[in-house]
C-alpha cells in the first residue's frame, strides 16, 4: 500500500553534506513510522534513524549523531540531513515505513522499504 523512493544520494568530499529524501505514496504515511538505514560493501544493514507521524519524536542512532531526521507529511517526505560526512558513511541508504510502532531499530519493524540511493563519500 506503500512506495519508497529516495532520492539526493551522491558523491561527496570528506566533511560536506547531503540530505537525502524519501517520497512516499499512500494516504496512511501520516500514520507510518519512518526509518532510515544504510547497508555498506560487505556490510549488514544498519539503523541510522527513524522519526515517529508527529515528527517531533525521533531516534538517531548515537554513532550517527551528526545525521538530522525529519519529516514534512503535506509532502509525504522523509528527509535524512547528514553533516560532516566521513569515507565510512559511504553505503547505500535506505528509506523504510513501517505501522506505528515504538521499536523501530530493526529492518524487521518495518513493512515497506525503498530501493535505495548511493551515497559515496572521498577522503
Known amino acids: 500500500q506503500v512506495q519508497l523512493v529516495e532520492s539526493g544520494g551522491g558523491l561527496v568530499t570528506a566533511g560536506g553534506s547531503l540530505r537525502l529524501s524519501c517520497a512516499a505514496s499512500?494516504?496512511?504515511?501520516?500514520?507510518?513510522?519512518m526509518g532510515w538505514f544504510r547497508q555498506a560493501p560487505g556490510k549488514e544493514r544498519e539503523f541510522v534513524a527513524a522519526?515517529?507521524?508527529?515528527?517531533?519524536?525521533y531516534d538517531v542512532d548515537p554513532a550517527k549523531g551528526r545525521f538530522t531526521i525529519s519529516r514534512d507529511n503535506a509532502k509525504n517526505t522523509v528527509y535524512l540531513q547528514m553533516d560532516s560526512l566521513k569515507p565510512e558513511d559511504t553505503a547505500i541508504y535506505y528509506c523504510a515505513a513501517g505501522e506505528p510502532r515504538s521499536s523501530v531499530r530493526e529492518s524487521r519493524d518495518y513493512d515497506y522499504w525503498g530501493q535505495g540511493t548511493q551515497v559515496t563519500v572521498s577522503s
Open positions: 499512500g494516504r496512511t504515511f501520516r500514520n507510518y513510522v
Open positions: 522519526i515517529w507521524s508527529g515528527g517531533s519524536a
